[in-house]
């Protein structure tokens, strides 16, 4: 199940990339990341 959520991220990290360039593929980064810590996925 993880491989395809990471395949997913990965599509969506490009398509980001793809229609941004670099700022939005790192803005997409950081809500990834701003996601993991509000739901406490990250830093238990």
Avoid: H, Q, R
Wanted: net charge negative; glycine share 6%.
């Amino acid at each position: 199940m993880l491989s395809i959520e990471n395949k997913l991220d990965d599509m969506a990290e490009t398509a980001a990339f793809e229609a941004g360039g670099y700022p939005a593929l790192w803005k997409y980064k950081a809500w990834k990341m701003y996601e993991a810590v509000s739901s406490g996925e990250c830093c238990k």
